[in-house]
């Protein structure tokens, strides 16, 4: 009973991150409407839990059904979540310390327990992932798709796969190997996202102040609530310009960033607000003849009928990228950050508008 005892304590322990983070994902949830929701899938997470409990006995457990789990094993199953922790707590990323903290508290079940008892928190902790602010956003930005759509069908299958972890029918998982495939996924990725890392341009900081070119006339509009309630106390600037046929061009660019957690992905924000992506991709944006070309990202939606270009990006003074997993890891306050994101509506060929934007860009940069 005593060394029973003992294990609740260090489970309870280990669930400290993430119960010291619960702060931060009830603030996402009454500032974001992409997070307003997030609490269901707390919800469905504590009722899988409860269910999983009530189905197995947590004491007097068969002798086969013990934890059997070797000490490199243990060591290995906890190295991840240690690894988010701190990944988290360095970078003040609040995801990596969330995941970290459902991570850590689930190995340790199963080194103290082994597979009896884990099977039954798997489905509870998976749905509870999807509880995390920015999760949403991260599975939209490497699939296709409204995230809370990917959120609700990922809780779908963790529900799914319930009644199969809890039942007879599956008395053994292979730990080593499935901990062995997300190591080697976990090195893919890493790989993948060093050569996007690499993608780093000349800096691209347009100064739109003067609302006068050669060919463009523009306006400051004015903030209002809703870009306080997504912005905070960042510097928030916003024009409309035109060139001489009328043709209409909105920029919006956030400086001096107050909270990194207010800044989202384009797409994923205009899927948020009822925008149809048709179409994402990096394009080479050339300058000047005598400067090295530079990239953004162009994102093609449909809103109402209307098909609308965007052009969009990170800068600092030394560097820019249109990489959002490359702005997010290396964002620091003291390297003066900037985000642009300029947009015209198609009125004409693709080819055309991209020329349109082309030169009004390249005007603001004389």
């Known amino acids: 009973m005593k060394k029973h005892l003992k294990h609740i304590l260090f489970l309870v322990a280990a669930s400290l991150p993430f119960v010291c983070e619960l702060p931060y994902a009830w603030r996402a949830m009454r500032t974001s409407p992409a997070e307003r929701r997030n609490w269901c899938f707390a919800l469905w997470a504590i009722v899988l839990f409860l269910a999983g409990a009530a189905w197995n006995r947590w004491k007097d457990a068969p002798s086969d059904q013990k934890s059997?789990?070797?000490?490199?094993?243990?060591?290995?199953?906890?190295?991840?979540?240690?690894?988010?922790?701190?990944?988290?707590?360095?970078?003040?990323?609040?995801?990596?310390?969330?995941?970290?903290?459902?991570?850590?508290?689930?190995?340790?079940?199963?080194v103290f327990y082994g597979w009896r008892v884990l099977r039954v928190l798997l489905p509870a902790c998976g749905v509870l992932v999807l509880f995390c602010p920015s999760v949403g956003i991260w599975l939209s930005t490497l699939l296709p798709l409204n995230g809370i759509l990917l959120k609700l069908l990922l809780a779908g299958v963790f529900t799914l796969f319930f009644p199969l972890l809890v039942s007879n029918s599956l008395t053994h998982f292979p730990v080593e190997k499935a901990l062995f495939c997300a190591i080697a996924l976990l090195l893919a990725a890493g790989y993948w996202l060093n050569g996007q890392f690499l993608t780093r341009q000349p800096p691209l900081r347009p100064q739109f102040a003067s609302l006068l070119s050669s060919q463009f006339r523009g306006i400051r509009e004015p903030e209002d609530e809703r870009d306080r309630q997504f912005f905070g106390n960042s510097n928030i600037q916003r024009y409309f310009f035109q060139d001489e046929k009328k043709h209409p061009f909105q920029v919006l660019a956030i400086s001096d960033i107050d909270n990194i957690h207010n800044v989202h992905p384009t797409t994923y924000c205009l899927r948020c607000s009822g925008y149809q992506i048709l179409s994402e991709t990096s394009r080479l944006f050339p300058p000047d003849g005598h400067l090295p070309q530079i990239e953004v990202l162009e994102i093609l939606a449909e809103f109402h009928g209307e098909k609308i270009l965007f052009w969009q990006w990170y800068s600092t003074p030394?560097?820019?990228?249109?990489?959002?997993?490359?702005?997010?890891?290396?964002?620091?306050?003291?390297?003066?950050?900037?985000?642009f994101v300029l947009n015209t509506p198609v009125r004409s060929s693709l080819e055309a508008t991209r020329f349109q934007l082309r030169a009004f860009l390249q005007d603001f940069l004389k």
């Open 318 to 339: 030394s560097f820019s990228t249109c990489n959002f997993l490359l702005f997010r890891m290396l964002y620091s306050k003291k390297d003066d950050w900037s985000v």
């Open 68 to 110: 059997t789990t070797t000490t490199p094993l243990c060591f290995a199953l906890l190295v991840p979540a240690v690894l988010l922790l701190s990944l988290g707590y360095y970078r003040h990323i609040h995801l990596a310390i969330l995941l970290g903290g459902i991570m850590l508290p689930m190995s340790l079940a199963y």
